[in-house]
T-cell receptor, first 109, second 115 residues
Framework: QKEVEQNSGPLSVPEGAIASLNCTYS??????FFWYRQYSGKSPELIMF????GDKEDGRFTAQLNKASQYVSLLIRDSQPSDSATYLC?????????FGTGTSLTVIP | EADIYQTPRYLVIGTGKKITLECSQT?????MYWYQQDPGMELHLIHY???????EKGDLSSESTVSRIRTEHFPLTLESARPSHTSQYLC??????????????FGSGTQLSVL
C-alpha cells in the first residue's frame, strides 16, 4: 500500500512566522510531489510542485524534496492569516496520485 | 481560460432520487477523476478514467457510476440517493505540460445533501 503521511496538526503559528509542514511517503518509485491548499468548504488548489531533490521557491512558499529520506516539506515564510487552511501533500506514483490526510494550519494575527 | 467546471455547486435532494453530477474540463487532459471528501476528512478516490470509454473504480467503494463518452466530460450518477451519500464530490483532471510530469487540478466541487 502506497502511503503518504503528514505531520499531525493542527499547527498554529503567529503572523509573520515561518510555518513548516512535513510529509513522508512510502513508495521509492514516486516521481513527483505536490502541495495543495484547501480552504474550508472549498476544493484543493495546487500551490507547489517539485520533482527534483532540493528546494523550489515560489514567492513565500518553498518546497523541499529529499528522495533518499522519502521526505517532502513546505515552508511558508512571513505567514499571513490568509494562509490559514488545510495543506495536503500528494505524490504521483505509477500514474496514480496519493494524498496525505492534510495538516490544518492556523496563522494567528 | 482552461478550467474544470462542476455543476451544480450545491444540491439538496430527497432520498431515492436519481442524480447526475456534471464535470467538464477544457484543460485538454485525458485523465479525469472523482473524489469524495467529508468535512475535515481525507480525500477518497471513487472513480477515474484514462480516456474515452475507459472507467475504473477507485479505492473507496461507491454506489455511484460514471461514464466517459467524450474526453472533456465525466459525469457521475447516483441511481438512488441516500443520506449516506451526503458529502462533497470533487472532480479533477490531470495532464503533463512542459516538465513531462502529470499535475492534478480540481474543480470547485459539488456539495451534496440527501435528506
Amino acid at each position: 500500500q502506497k502511503e503518504v503521511e503528514q505531520n499531525s496538526g493542527p499547527l498554529s503559528v503567529p503572523e509573520g512566522a515561518i510555518a513548516s509542514l512535513n510529509c513522508t511517503y512510502s513508495d521509492r518509485g514516486s516521481q513527483s510531489f505536490f502541495w495543495y491548499r484547501q480552504y474550508s468548504g472549498k476544493s484543493p488548489e495546487l500551490i507547489m510542485f517539485i520533482y527534483s531533490n532540493g528546494d523550489k521557491e515560489d514567492g513565500r512558499f518553498t518546497a523541499q524534496l529529499n528522495k533518499a529520506s522519502q521526505y517532502v516539506s513546505l515552508l511558508i515564510r512571513d505567514s499571513q492569516p490568509s494562509d490559514s487552511a488545510t495543506y495536503l501533500c500528494a505524490v504521483n506514483s505509477g500514474n496514480q496520485f496519493y494524498f496525505g490526510t492534510g495538516t490544518s494550519l492556523t496563522v494567528i494575527p | 481560460e482552461a478550467d474544470i467546471y462542476q455543476t451544480p455547486r450545491y444540491l439538496v435532494i430527497g432520498t431515492g432520487k436519481k442524480i447526475t453530477l456534471e464535470c467538464s474540463q477544457t484543460m485538454g487532459h485525458d485523465k479525469m477523476y472523482w473524489y469524495q471528501q467529508d468535512p475535515g476528512m481525507e480525500l477518497h478516490l471513487i472513480h477515474y478514467s484514462y480516456g474515452v470509454n475507459s472507467t475504473e473504480k477507485g479505492d473507496l467503494s461507491s454506489e455511484s457510476t460514471v461514464s466517459r463518452i467524450r474526453t472533456e466530460h465525466f459525469p457521475l450518477t447516483l441511481e438512488s440517493a441516500r443520506p449516506s451519500h451526503t458529502s462533497q464530490y470533487l472532480c479533477a483532471s490531470s495532464g503533463s505540460v512542459g516538465t513531462g510530469f502529470e499535475k492534478l487540478f480540481f474543480g470547485s466541487g459539488t456539495q451534496l445533501s440527501v435528506l
